[in-house]
């Protein structure tokens, strides 16, 4: 490997501007930190909320709960705020602690590259440039990339409008128009909604019903915003729901399984009964209402909430279809009872590539100490990480939406942890003057085996409760790794305060001394 200067462009590269992007800026700006770069793809920040922008986009947990603990926001326009309110939010938040100057907007990564010799990484980027820094965070977030490939045959035969989620068209007029929409997830429950009053006709495929529950969503009064503006009110009302959040997550990973293994598949089977009468309540026609009935917990897929889902298959103009697809024509869809369903448009809201997945880590896209390749580590030997953001033969690379990481918290609480966690080691490297800073592998491989330990109760529930279930909370090597098994507060003082000792600090010398002296013993 080579560069051509040994200096790196900029002290802190920070891979992505959504809501971790912008907790790290944050949070280096406030550790002192002020040469930083933060490498965004899109055209603005906000992540998420500035890629989808499809008709019903909204947050499906209430904005009390989605905010910087930095920047609290009293003046939300509802409990639960639509799409474009929350991208607003967060460019606010950019703007308010100088984070714009920082940002190198329209520029993808598609290579990190770690120099031994120099102690730095290169960042190859889709203009056929490099970027290199001495510190990488990356802040990609829980959802990586669309699924380019939906795993439909004849998907590109299509010959009318094809709409995705992450890049819906707002140019193309679907009211009075046959739309098809395939998946039934969290951006299906938004856009089914929305769309069904404005077209002629709206067919639902679905592979696996979904839990869809009352949202108490509403116009935020003005006398509300006063109260939220109270000073320390918000913080004291999202801190009572963590702690709640804790009792829960800790309770179920301290119990015995002996305890767990009954009271978890008693509550699964008692809300699946309910959930059944719930829909009976709502659903007109008893077949509809049995094919909307999930058969799994209410957590062993991502649960959504919404007071339109459930409401809209009572119209006359939307139809459930839950036939397996067979393929995708020209026309429209064929489902494998020998039925094509024709349509103008069809919506593929069929998922992303996830964080917790090992195959969306490609090979050869991270490439650390001595090769080091993050895509193979993975494959052969599974996700894992120290305290979910550091791995060890990467120096100098955190991530802060890693294996075994949410807690089950807002969004932006999680990402400012783990951001804490980087933005401490990467502090304290530069007060000591060091070039590397590397987790150690006794410490990495110690945490790992307690998270292995702790995560019984969790395998149990997706793996053997809920094994006949598709969900990206299990992934492809049936690890269930998108959680981390332990409650809030702990995974916070975990980031937050772990031990300085359990990274390797290095200045030129002493990794130049190293290396020289593991070449002499064979290691």
């Known amino acids: 490997m080579s560069n051509e200067t040994s200096t790196p462009d900029h002290q802190v590269a920070v891979i992505g501007a959504g809501p971790g992007g912008l907790a790290a800026g944050v949070k280096l700006k406030q550790a002192g930190v002020g040469d930083f770069v933060i490498i965004e793809r899109a055209d603005e920040v906000g992540g998420s909320w500035q890629e989808n922008t499809y008709p019903g986009l909204g947050v499906d947990i209430p904005a009390i709960a989605y905010q910087y603990s930095f920047a609290r926001n009293s003046g939300w326009s509802r409990v ?85 989620p992450s890049n819906w068209d707002h140019d193309y007029d679907h009211a009075g128009k046959k739309v098809g929409i395939i998946g039934t997830g969290a951006s299906a429950v938004q856009i089914i909604p929305s769309i069904a009053p404005e077209v002629a006709e709206l067919g639902v495929f679905q592979r696996t019903p979904v839990w869809s529950l009352p949202k108490p969503d509403f116009a935020m009064p003005t006398v509300g915003k006063r109260i939220l503006g109270v000073p320390g009110l918000q913080a004291a009302v999202h801190g009572g729901v963590l702690v709640l959040a804790d009792l829960v997550l800790r309770a179920a990973v301290a119990a015995p399984m002996r305890v767990v293994r009954p009271t978890v598949t008693a509550f699964d089977r008692w809300t699946i009964a309910a959930y059944r009468r719930y829909l009976k309540m709502i659903i007109d026609d008893p077949a509809t209402q049995a094919q909307l009935a999930p058969n799994f917990g209410v957590v062993a897929k991502r649960p959504t909430m919404s007071n339109g889902y459930l409401q809209a298959f009572n ?78 033969s990467l120096p100098n690379r955190w991530t802060l939406v890693g294996p075994y ?119």
């Open 315 to 392: 119209r006359d103009n939307v139809t459930l279809t839950t036939d397996p697809i067979e393929k995708i024509t020209p026309r429209g869809i064929k489902t494998r009872d020998g039925v094509e369903h024709e349509f103008d448009m069809i919506v593929l809201a069929t998922g992303y590539e996830v964080f917790s997945d090992p195959e969306t880590y490609r090979p050869g896209t991270i490439v650390g100490r001595n090769g080091f390749d993050l895509g193979k580590f993975y494959t052969e030997h599974g996700m894992q990480a120290y305290q979910s953001v550091s791995v060890p």
């Open 80 to 164: 639960f705020p639509y799409g474009a309110e929350v991208k607003r939010y967060h460019m606010d938040v950019a703007r308010k602690f100088g984070l714009y100057p920082h940002v190198r907007f329209n520029t993808n990564v598609l290579r990190e590259e770690w120099d031994d010799t120099n102690h730095y990484w290169t960042l190859h980027t889709d203009d056929g440039k490099t970027i290199t820094a001495r510190f990488l965070i990356s802040a990609v977030g829980a959802f990586v990339r669309p699924k380019e490939d939906p795993g439909i045959a004849g998907w590109k035969s299509f010959k009318g409008k094809i709409q995705r």
């Open 405 to 523: 990481s949410w807690t089950g918290s807002g969004w932006h609480a999680f990402v400012e942890m783990t951001a804490d966690h980087a933005v401490r080691a990467i502090k304290e490297g530069i007060r000591r003057g060091a070039t590397t800073v590397e987790v150690r592998q006794d410490a990495h491989d110690a945490y790992h085996r307690r998270t292995l330990q702790r995560a019984e109760a969790v395998r149990f529930y997706f793996n053997e409760l809920n094994g006949h279930v598709p969900t990206y909370y299990r992934n492809s090597q049936g690890d269930s790794t998108y959680l981390r098994p332990s409650g809030f507060f702990e995974a916070s003082r975990g980031n937050r305060k772990f031990p300085l000792d359990d990274y390797r600090f290095e200045t030129p010398q002493v990794a130049t001394d190293r290396v020289a002296g593991e070449l002499a013993s064979g290691a």
